[in-house]
């Protein structure tokens, strides 16, 4: 099995490749972008594991609102629509920047970051009205064990945001600064990874906290 | 799939996570991130009425939501991170399944844990009443 075979690169090519000596090695193991995009998406899965932490805290916690507010007394939905609209949005046009830059368009990477990244500060921007006037209201993250979890598991994700809106500026930079060599792709791959996961989560904080939470 | 190196990717039979194999035609790139956003979209549209309508019987409507974001998680991997099921993709297949192992078993068996032992507390006016 040739995937079996890539995993066990670095061993397997010492055991039969004394003969063809260092040639055999490289032509076993998978290039730089495989490996540099494959650690990342190691990366990213713990990072879904911190969140899953961060859920099943919130998720325990839901109901000990301690007689302050619940869900259904301080979610907007119509916000949270939108939210989500800017976000996937931006997911799409994040897409399209990793297409601009695998065929070296440095228009069309441009242009989609800039609109990823206006998303993205959209996105942040509704995001901290809702905690201004939920803290505004009394229901801070020390009115009740689930508000404290509330505001820790969207607060991580809007701090994940955050990240991952300097990385985007800091990669419209260095494809000014230094074109598309082979190291800037890598981390286009990386950013675009990044964001598509960060959309994924959201995914799972709309419909499972926003949603359930105004339903039930 | 990197522009530099296409011979030797292609010889080797594994592609990055978030690449595709026919990503160098730009076109054909948009096109599945096009057909990715729709069909996120309906499902985002479709969650956000059932939430709110009576459509669906009420206790079930968490259930109902749990499987559209499920379900558009699955259309996420698929159309912006290039998952697969063929043969290159196994490594990042692997990998992600033991990350939602590791999810599963968190978040069922604390809440498993939890309700058990909320049920077997005391509650609270008792506790009180009993340290007066």
């Known amino acids: 099995m040739s995937t079996a075979a890539t995993l066990n690169a670095p061993a397997g090519g010492r055991g039969h490749g004394h003969a063809a000596g260092l040639t055999e090695e490289e032509e076993h193991g998978a290039s730089k972008r495989i490996v540099v995009a494959y650690g990342f998406w190691i990366f990213l899965i713990s990072d879904i594991i911190v969140f899953a932490a961060f859920f099943a805290t919130y998720a325990v916690l839901t109901d000990s609102t301690a007689g302050g507010p619940a869900g259904r007394d301080l979610f907007d939905l119509r916000m949270v629509a939108i939210e989500t609209a800017c976000l996937l949005v931006s997911s799409f046009t994040c897409g399209v920047a990793g297409l601009g830059a695998q065929a070296k368009n440095g228009r069309v990477f441009q242009i989609a970051m800039a609109v990823t990244f206006v998303l993205g500060a959209a996105f942040l921007t509704i995001e901290m009205r809702e905690f201004a006037e939920m803290i505004e209201k009394g229901a801070g993250p020390s009115r009740s064990g689930f508000l404290s979890a509330f505001f820790a598991l969207i607060g991580c994700h809007g701090l994940h945001v955050t990240a991952g809106m300097l990385w985007l500026l800091t990669m419209m930079a260095q494809v000014a600064a230094k074109g598309y060599r082979d190291d800037i792709l890598r981390r286009i791959l990386c950013f675009n990874l990044f964001w598509h996961t960060l959309d994924i989560i959201w995914v799972g904080l709309f419909s499972l906290v926003y949603l359930v939470g105004v339903a039930v | ?132």
Not at chain 2, 26 to 46: D, F, K, N, P
């Open chain 2, 1 to 132: 799939m990197s522009a530099a190196h296409p011979e030797s990717e292609s010889r080797l039979g594994d592609i990055a996570p978030g690449d595709e194999k026919t990503s160098d035609d730009i076109g054909r790139g948009v096109r599945g991130y096009l057909i990715g956003l729709v069909l996120a979209t309906g499902l985002s549209i479709v969650s956000f009425y059932i939430a709110r309508s009576t459509l669906v019987w009420a206790p079930s409507i968490p259930i109902a939501l749990s499987v559209l974001a499920i379900a558009q998680m699955g259309v996420h991997l698929v159309f912006f991170l290039h998952m697969t099921s063929g043969p290159d993709n196994v490594n990042n297949l692997l990998a992600l399944a033991f990350g939602l192992l590791i999810v599963m078993l968190l978040v069922f068996g604390s809440l498993w844990i939890m309700t058990h032992m909320n049920h077997n507390m005391m509650p609270m006016d008792k506790i009180m009443r009993m340290q007066r």
